[in-house]
Every structure is written in structure tokens, then in C-alpha cells.
């Protein structure tokens, strides 16, 4: 069976005023119908400008998006932009970080949400209001019928980022692309948000690409892990391989820096990664982790390791993935 | 896919992608400069030519501006008057030449007058915090007027002359910057370094000084300059409406006011002086627009 | 809400006492004697006395600004020195041309500047929006009465479309009164435009920077209904409230249009007031205009109200 979305030596350069930035630069991975994968890394690794890109919700120029993006047979690379509008909200929803701002104030909840079903459903005024409402039902906001005529002001956090996914889904899309949905809410709220999608996901059997730093978030989610670094896929397997055979010395240290139940004593300090993310505006020799890998040889820092294959269904960008944690 | 590194170990080495941007070419700092600030080195080329000119005056080729010549009233530009003579014979070249100066003056005066006097009462406003409401409430009071009218109000009870247009454009003028001012040192006197600086004993005459005026520079360098095409463009307005500056001393507004009644039979008496005073007031206007750009790098991201 | 309204309205009361103090000390301070004036070059010493009594001009400075300001809320602007009439008389006679002129001024402004905004910000870089603000500095650089020269000379003088001055009430017919405040209308917009338009795409691109702009495009919703629906009614805020300050250069650009085309209205007046040095007529002008100012600025802040759900007071 062919993959849902396949994504093919995706890049993505901006330019601005200090010189090129290359956000992604040669990544490739894919997402089967109905699964879920964690795209993973620290903050400006290039994970959040990947979930753009497939949407190409980056602006062209500054930036400019090269490779291939094959979706239900077509490359969104080479998409019309109105054909792109026709995929966005429709096919392909999306969810972004804060719930806070990435509401319209002026608009109400309903309209917000009605949109697209109106936009891509053909459905008029009243049957969409309809759906809205149906939308607030399942994702479990109480009080629905008021909440329609609400502004996103009088919701709370976590009520926004329900109504956020609520207009993401309302279209039945076949992906959802979740951009750190979790983040900018308290503890108790991200737990409930989390169980939604996958209650969500289960019912509707929409594939989700998550973006997240959050390997909590990953392991309860994830079925695959894409694990990025300096606009690049450094490792990728399935979840469980992830956390038990981490072969990228940058998945080792990100495990290191999340700290683990039932860890106790002096091993509950976080590791942190020394070091920190390179410029990604001046080309890079080598590998990109090499000032801060501590297993770094001589070749490291002379030429980019090429991606290997260390098991089924496991890669890594290192020269020394072969040999065990 | 898979290569061979050059020490024969067996390395893969990834591919070399080819770059999707070309690299903007380095240039040198002038080059840069002007590349990125096109309005600064505009405005600033046609202020300098109206400075230029007001400066040498005497020496383009003008005669008296004062000197009537009545049996040689209202000509034509020809070779002799280059922009023709006026209703009283007086040669309109030399008079818009010479208007360059009252107009730079005005401008540049109000400019200076405004600014000290807005920071003046900014500081004072901004610090004293019982003075505060009653200054803000008279800033609000004379913001209410219209500037024009301000002025037009004030030079009804002082004959016009440079310096009565200069200080009424100025009290119109000055609240603007004893405005934003105020709205610096509001928010910079919540700054750490300030409540620092007053921890340590400063006293607050060396906090303005040392701490919130150089923070407050920026802004006010560009108000300065917007406030210099107002004025300039205010001393015309008056001198038109038969208000400014006396008809002894030629300025831009009076020449055109002069030319007001035969200006449809004699356009170029109107026109000459117009053009001098749309590119001065451009050249400030772009001038403006650039620092403001060069100096809010907010703004600049987005312009 | 009403709490807001009534704190807002008494906001107002300060900001008015103070336009209202400025503008009696004027008269105050002003040279010449009123007096002497309205008795004529006859009059002896005795009457002049009376006539100084009965305009409370022998009184110190307090009461006689309390009794002035109190006859100016009721209506009494004072008698012109030059024609003796009620200067609340000649001001009600000037507004219409002044009102006139202004209303379709703010009309023409708002219809081509707000999409002009909208429309620069949208092409943020590109040859339209480099364009449209060369336009918009050129547009507050070319002084009122310069454009105003202009555009009589071509359309009235030389193309011969349109009337050169004057103004003709609308009783008189809808073209005669149009046509002859289409030019001025046009100089006067001319700064305000590139006022507004400046304003409306800066916060254009404040908006389109916003988070919400983002989800908009990521629903598929088309560009043109994410400018015009959900960006431009959250940069309403901004462009209101410039088109409410841009009204005091509205008023001082006025004053000069009635100049160039020779309309009879409030610009005139204080002009020529000035000119004879009528200090009450001059005082009665810049009453009514500041007062105005602060007026329409009242209101549309009270608009924002309406607005923007957000604001609840």
C-alpha cells in the first residue's frame, strides 16, 4: 500500500537580510493512512517549518520550497495555489502552538469553525452552524450552543485549543498536521487535550504528523518518530525502538534530557546537550552535531554522514549508527 | 548513494545539495548603505541641494530680491528673469532663491525649538508625578487645536515676522514631542536599569541624562524631522493666507501669496515657487521616512 | 458600558477647558481695546467706561473668562468687532461649505486610502506597494494649496471640466454644488489619504503577521477574504482612530482650500478675521473647530465599543 504522504528531499530556504537560511534541507519520511508520527527536535531544528511547507503556508518568496510532497498521487510541491486552498482545511487540517492568538478575536467560535466546512463542503449558513455544533459536541466543550456566539476572548486555553481542533477536523480531513499542540497549555490540560486527539483520531481515522519537543507527548501518541536536527532527519524508527535503541547520539541526548519516571537519586538529574543549535545560515561542513556530539571523530567534522539503514523500519544520519548505545 | 570517504574507512557521506537561494553578493559599506536606505541618501541629496542653494544665494546668479522695477512688471521667465517678475517688477527667481532661507530657517529653528521644548516638558511631565495629569491635560488641550489654527490664532495678536511664525509653528508643534517623550520615560522609568540607577542615589536630573535620553533619541530625531516639513511647510501655509512672514523677507509662502490674484493669467509666479518648496518638503518627508526605518528596526523588518 | 461612556464624555471636559482658556486668553492678551472699537472714534472717556463695564472688560481675568465661557455654552460667541453681528450668527452661516467640503473629503479619503493600504500591505515589497507609498510621501510633501493650483489649472483652466472657486449651495442643484468642491475635495484629500493609507497598511501588516491569519490560510479560506474579512476588521482600530486625529489636519488644510477656491466658509472666515484682527470671530472659529475635533474623536472611540468584542468596560 502506498504511503498516504510521502515527503521527498524536502527543503525549505529563506532569504533574508544576514544570508540564506536553510530551515529543512533534504528531508524525507512518510505517513500512512490513519498513523500517527512525531516529528521531534528542539526549538528551530526546522520541524515546525516542515508542517508549513506541506501546506506551503511559507510565503514564496522570501522563502522558496523545493522536493517532493506526494499526497493521494499529487506532489503539493507543484500544486496550483488554488488547488492548494482546495487541500487546506479540506484534506490536510491543522492545528497550531497557541491556542491564544491563533483564533480571530473578531470572529465568533461558530463562524471560525463553519468556515471551512462552508469554504470546502458546500454547505450554506445554517448547516454549517449545524456541524459547528456538532464539532463542539465531540470535542467535548460543554455547552455548545453558547459557545458558538462566543468570542475566542471568553473561552480558556484549553477550551480555544478544543475549538482549534474542532475547525481543523471539521472537514473530515484525511491528515491532521498538529504543530506543538499541546505546548502552550498547563499539565492537566495538555493530558486532556492529548486523550481528545487520540479519542479523535481513533473515531475518525485521520493520520496526524505531530510536531513537538515533548517525548512525553511522543510516547503516548507516536507510532513513529521522526527525530530532526539543523533542518535535517537524524533518526527515524518506530516508537518503541526510539526509546529502548536510540542509535543518533542527538536522540541519546534528547532521551538524557527528559527525566524519567521512577528514576531516583542522583540519576534524576536532566542531562542537557552541551552546546547549541548551529547557525543554519552559513553551509555546513561535516556533520551538523558535531561540536556537540561526544562521540565525534575526525570524519564528523570533515563530511555529513549519509542516512543508514540499522534495522527494519530503524535509520540514522551518523557514521557510528552501526554500533550499539 | 553510499560513497567511500577519502581515508578508505568506509564512511558514508551524505550528497551535496546544491544551494536553492543564490547568496546576495557582499558589497561595501556604502554600497550597503544605499541599498538599504534609498529614501536617507534621497532625501538627504534634495535637502543638501536646498541647503546648497539657500546658502549661496548671492551667488546664483540672483539680483536684489527687494529691487521693484515697475516698467518691468509681470514678464514672462525669458532669458532676463529666468522664472519672470511679479506685480511689483521684482524678479522671482532671485526672491524663490532667496525664500530657500526663511523656509530652511523656519524649518530647521522649529525643528530644534520643538524638540527641546517637547523633551523639556516630557521629562518634567513623565517624572513629576503630580505635575503629570495637569501637563498632559493642557498637551491634550493644545493637540485639540488645530495646528494651523494655533498659529493663525497667535499671529492675530503679534504682527507677522520669521521669529512670531517661528515661535507660533513651534507651540503648535512642540506637544507632539512632549508626547512621545512622556510615553518613554513612562515606560523606561518601570526599567530595571533605572530603578538601578536610583537605588544606587542617582538623582533623577542625572537619570534623564545618563538613562532615558539616549533611549528616547531615536524616536525623537524622527519626530524632530517630520516636525522640520510641518514647519516648513506651516511658514508657507501662513505666509499664503497673508499671515507669515512679511513680504520684505521672500519666503515661498509669500511669493505665491503675492501671486495669488494673477495666478491664472501668470501661473509661473505661483509655479516656481511651489516646486522649490514640494521638493525641500519631500526631501525632509523622505529623510524621515528613512531614519525611522533605519532606527525602528520593527518597522524596517516590515517597510 | 454606560460607565465607560460617561467617564469618556467627561474626559472630554478638560481637554475642552482647555482649547476654551487658550483661546480667551487671546483676547486677553490680545492688543487694542474692544471697547474702543464698538464706541467708535467718538466716543468720550464716560462712555467708553460703560461700554467696558457692560462687557465686563473692567473685571480681572477669572470672572471674565467664567462669564465668557458660560455665554459660549450657551451659544454666545460675543459681537464681530468689524461687523457687530452675533459671531455665532456668521459661524452657522460658514458651516455648510465648510461641512460640505470636509464630509467629501473624508469620503473620497477613506474609499481610496483604506484599499490602497489593504493593497500595499498584501503586496508587502512588490512594485504595487513601492508605488503606492512613493505616492503616499508625495501626497504629504505637495502642501494643500499646491495641489490645489494644480489641479484648477488642468481640470478648470485648461481642460475646462470644472469650475475654477466659488461654491453654490445644494438648493441651487446636485451638480452646481458638486462641482465645485470636487477640486478642493481632491486637493484636501491629498495628505489625508496617504495618511490614512500609511496607517491602514502598517497595521495591515501588524495583523497579517498575527497567528490567526495563519489558521485562516491553513482553513483554505481564499486571499482576498482573508485580507478583506479577517484582517482588515482587526486593523479597523488603528485606521479609525487616524482618520479621528487626521480630521485636526483635515481642519488646518480647510482653512487653506477655502483660501486657493475661494469658498465662503469657516476657513474664510477666521482668515479674514485675522485680517482685521476680529479677535472674537478668530476666538469663535478655532472654538468650534477644536471643539469639533474632539467631538468626532469622542465618538469614534465610543465606536470601538461597537467594534471590537474584546472592549468591555
Known sequence: MAALLEVENLRTHFATRNGVVRAVDGLSFHVDAGETVAIVGESGCGKSVTSLSILRLVDQPPARIAGQIRFGGRNLAALGEAEMRDLRGNEIGMIFQEPMTSLNPLLTIGRQIAEPVMLHQGLDRVAARARALEMLTLVGIPAPERRLDDYPHQLSGGMRQRAMIAMALACNPKILVADEPTTALDVTIQAQIIDLMRDLQRRTGSAIILITHDLGVVAEMAARVVVMYAGRKVEEADVATIFTDPRHPYTRGLLGAVPRPGSRGTNTRLAEIPGSVPSLIKPLVGCAFAGRCPKAGDICRRAAPAWREVGPGHGAACHFAAGAA | ?303 | MTGYILRRLLMTVPVMAVVALFVFSLLYVAPGDPAAIIAGEQATPAEMQRIRASLGLDQPFVPRFARWAWNAVQGDLGVSVFSATPVSEMIVQRIPPTLSLMVLTLLISIVVAVPVGVVAAANQGGWIDRLFMSAAVLGFSLPVFVVGYLLAYLFALQLGWLPVQGYRPPSGGVWEYLSRLILPALALSGGYIALIARIARSAMLEVLSQDYIRTARAKGVARQVILFVHALRNATLPIVSIIGIGVATLISGAVVTETVFGIPGLGRLVVDALLRRDYPVIQGVVLVFSFTYVLVNLAIDLAYTLLDPRIRY
Open chain 2, 1 to 303: 548513494m553510499t560513497a567511500t570517504a577519502p581515508d578508505g574507512e568506509g564512511f558514508a557521506i551524505a550528497p551535496d545539495l546544491p544551494p536553492l537561494i543564490a547568496e546576495p553578493p557582499r558589497r561595501g559599506r556604502v554600497a550597503t548603505f544605499v541599498r538599504r536606505h534609498p529614501t536617507i541618501v534621497l532625501g538627504a541629496a534634495l535637502l543638501g541641494l536646498m541647503v546648497l542653494i539657500a546658502v549661496c544665494a548671492p551667488w546664483l546668479g540672483t539680483g536684489d530680491p527687494q529691487a521693484l522695477s515697475p516698467a518691468k512688471r509681470i514678464r514672462a521667465p525669458s532669458a532676463e528673469f529666468w522664472f519672470g517678475t511679479d506685480s511689483l517688477g521684482r524678479d522671482v527667481y532671485s526672491r524663490v532663491i532667496y525664500g530657500a532661507r526663511t523656509s530652511l530657517l523656519v524649518g530647521i529653528v522649529v525643528a530644534l525649538a520643538a524638540t527641546v521644548a517637547g523633551v523639556a516638558v516630557g521629562l518634567v511631565s513623565g517624572f513629576v508625578r503630580w505635575l503629570d495629569p495637569i501637563v498632559m491635560r493642557v498637551i491634550d488641550g493644545l493637540m485639540a487645536i488645530p495646528s494651523v489654527l494655533i498659529a493663525i490664532a497667535l499671529l492675530g495678536i503679534a504682527r507677522g515676522s520669521v521669529v512670531n511664525v517661528i515661535v507660533a509653528i513651534t507651540l503648535a508643534e512642540f506637544p507632539r514631542v512632549a508626547r512621545l517623550v512622556r510615553g518613554v520615560v513612562l515606560s523606561l522609568r518601570e526599567q530595571p536599569y533605572v530603578d538601578a540607577a536610583l537605588a544606587c542615589g542617582s538623582g533623577g536630573g542625572r537619570i534623564m541624562l545618563r538613562h532615558i535620553l539616549p533611549n528616547a533619541l531615536d524616536p525623537i530625531i524622527v519626530q524632530a524631522t517630520y516636525i522640520g516639513a510641518s514647519a516648513v511647510i506651516a511658514e508657507a501655509v501662513l505666509s499664503f493666507i497673508g499671515v507669515g512672514t512679511p513680504p520684505t523677507v521672500p519666503s515661498w509662502g509669500n511669493i505665491m501669496a503675492e501671486g495669488r490674484a494673477l495666478w491664472q493669467v501668470k501661473p509661473y509666479i505661483v509655479f516656481f515657487p511651489a516646486v522649490f518648496l514640494c521638493i525641500t518638503v519631500l526631501g525632509v518627508n523622505l529623510l524621515g521616512d528613512g531614519l525611522r526605518d533605519m532606527l525602528d528596526p520593527r518597522v524596517a523588518k516590515r517597510a
